[in-house]
């Protein structure tokens, strides 16, 4: 669990900021030069390659290098793939019961209200 | 609106369960009658912005619920809930099933146990939900369907995921 938990935390640090969000939503598409990733932002390459260690270190991204140009892909892997799960139950069961804290109101409030 | 309600969310790698407790403001049979009749089930079940649509209902052991998921463009999931075990209002086990509009269980999927268990919590209920699958290569079955389905969607759904996470 413990581990399981750390490796949340960096995915949940990663997806924290538009900007990573931005370019994790952009490799879904397909592996992509950091010149090309930077382009839409107006940010110093020093600035985005901090973003791009934040989401190496997280295990998102992975990235190699040949010459001088460094290639990033999206690691879709399954303990990514895993934790995305999960999570995305999480949101469901959070997001049904939403739905019946509202209808127990109504129902509750139609009795009240008779 | 109410106050912060209790709500837990464990996952059991180990064990591949993930157990889901969640307080809500109203009496036992209330929520009770939420969980087990349909036209009640319709409208919650499904997460927004999805919609509940039922097939069949035959709340009792030995039936099943048959019902789709409906997405605003009218895509529909279907599933089945079989009836296994009842003890009103108390308790319910039953075994969920990926299925066609038909209700015939789609073999190649996993099936999970869910038993789902309802106590007060001085005016409130309580319900928590254990959801088991058979094995961590079932777990694995399932999570690798979500991908096939496609890594797009679920990159789209992120920023929803993440404010939902949040809230």
């Known amino acids: 669990m413990d581990n399981y938990r750390v490796a949340l935390d960096a995915i949940f640090h990663a997806l924290s900021d538009p900007t990573r969000r931005a370019v994790v939503q952009r490799l879904g598409a397909g592996p992509a030069t950091v010149s090309d990733l930077s382009k839409p932002f107006d940010m110093a390459l020093p600035s985005f390659m901090k973003h791009m260690r934040v989401l190496e270190e997280s295990g998102l991204v992975s990235s190699s290098k040949s010459g001088r140009v460094r290639t990033c892909t999206l690691e879709q892997d399954k303990l990514a793939a895993a934790e995305r799960w999960f999570e995305e139950q999480r949101a469901l069961w959070s997001n049904r019961y939403e739905n019946l804290d509202k209808l127990l109101e109504q129902l509750q409030g139609d009795v009240n209200g008779s | ?167």
């Open chain 2, 1 to 167: 609106m109410v106050a912060k309600l209790q709500f837990d969310f464990v996952v059991d790698k180990e064990n591949s369960t993930l157990t889901v407790t969640r307080e809500f403001a109203g009496p036992r049979q209330l929520v009770w009658d939420c969980h087990t009749q349909s036209a009640l089930l319709d409208r919650w079940f499904a997460p927004k912005p999805l919609s509940t649509k039922t097939k069949h209902m035959e709340f009792k052991e030995g039936g099943y619920w048959h019902y789709a998921m409906v997405t605003p463009d009218g895509q529909a999931y279907w599933s089945r809930v079989d009836y296994l075990a009842i003890r009103p209002i108390d308790s319910y086990a039953t075994l969920d099933g990926f299925t066609d509009e038909t209700g015939v269980v789609n073999p190649d999927m996993p099936r999970s146990r869910w038993d789902v268990t309802f106590s007060d919590l001085r005016e409130h209920t309580l319900v928590t939900t254990v959801v088991h699958y058979n094995s961590p290569e079932d777990v694995q079955k399932v999570i690798d369907m979500g991908m096939k389905e496609g890594m797009t969607s679920t990159l789209e759904r992120l920023d929803e995921l993440l404010l939902t996470l949040r809230g």
